[in-house]
């Protein structure tokens, strides 16, 4: 049973987490310091300190709250298209949907994620385990369709393939308008397209 003084702990925590959260939406994570956090969510640095070490502690709470959706999201898309090629573009399309919602985290999670070195590293276990579920979700999905490629390295390309042409398709978006003339959403459906004959 959690007590009332865990119950206010997690209060304060989460309210330092909401606040982090705003400032890093508004400024980007590089740009927002610890002095920011206790002054958005009405506390001192001290007490900051007493819940988390780093900004990169808060981060990686936010980090862990995201993936899970994540995982969650490609869950349900594959669940509801268990077949290929649906499920194929149903992972392409939550994580281009993942992207629109969150993109601050989008990066940090597809990018490097860090393997935790002792026990004391709670919360990077946390990330890391997660990540090792929703590899293990792609990766059973492309066994099952019996595509004949080595599962496992098929889900990292797949991962770096999609998320490359998602994260083109927003940061080139006026370049691809012009230069292509059409919408950054038909440039990402054409790119998982084409990464889908190159899986076949």
């Known amino acids: 049973m959690t007590s009332k003084k865990e119950k206010l702990a997690e209060f304060h925590k989460n309210s330092i987490i ?5 400032l890093f939406a508004e400024r980007g994570v590089a740009y927002t310091k610890m002095d920011d956090i206790a002054i958005a969510a009405g506390y001192s640095k001290s007490t900051l300190y007493a819940y988390f070490k780093s900004k990169d502690e808060i981060f990686n709470h936010i980090i862990l709250e995201h993936i899970t959706i994540l995982k969650t999201a490609i869950e349900t898309a594959l669940k509801d298209n ?8 149903a992972i392409c399309n939550a994580l281009s949907e993942f992207y629109n919602k969150y993109p601050t985290y989008f990066e940090s999670i597809i990018g490097e994620i860090k393997i935790p070195k002792d026990e004391s590293e709670a919360i990077l276990i946390s990330i890391y385990q997660v990540g090792e579920e929703i590899n293990h979700i792609i990766e059973d ?7 004949d490629v ?4 098929a889900t990292f390309t797949l991962w770096s393939a999609i998320s490359g042409v998602i994260i083109m398709a ?5 370049y691809i308008n012009k230069a292509m ?4 959403e038909r440039f990402m459906q054409d790119g998982f397209a084409m990464l889908m004959k190159g899986i076949l």
Do not use: D, T, V
Request: charged content about 25%.
């Open 18 to 22: 909401e606040a982090a959260k705003n």
């Open 181 to 184: 003339s059409i919408s950054k």
């Open 141 to 147: 999905y492309i066994k099952h369709s019996r595509l």
């Open 82 to 89: 268990p077949g290929f090629p649906e499920g194929y573009y």
């Open 170 to 174: 927003h940061k080139k978006e006026m």
């Open 150 to 153: 080595p599962a496992l390295q």
